[in-house]
């Protein structure tokens, strides 16, 4: 299993981890990267990596327990239309 390290803390971390335990940053992961990092708001849902905050990080759709609200495009209601 791979084990990642928080950025702003130091807590030790799984890859299933959506956020710290210890200082309550959320966690996102950087598959350019291959690292599991803190990330900082910014507001208006843009989110920075502490590991590279030059790049602003986006949730991909499918992530799980996204903090986000979900765009259009990826929301998913089991609904149906009326
Ligand atoms: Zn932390």
Redesign the pocket.
Same mark, same amino acid.
């Given at each position: 299993m791979k084990l990642f390290e $928080?950025q702003? %803390? +130091?807590?030790l971390l799984y890859f299933e981890n959506t956020r $710290?335990e210890? %200082? +309550?940053?959320v966690l996102g992961y950087l598959p350019d990267r291959e690292i599991l990092s803190?990330l900082t708001s910014e507001g208006g849902g843009r989110w920075y990596p502490l590991a590279a905050p030059e790049e602003p990080f986006g949730f991909c759709a499918n992530a799980a327990g996204s903090p986000l609200p979900t765009s259009p495009a990826a929301r998913q209601t089991g609904s149906s239309p009326l």
């Open positions: $928080c702003h %803390c +130091g807590q $710290c210890r %200082c +309550g940053h803190a």
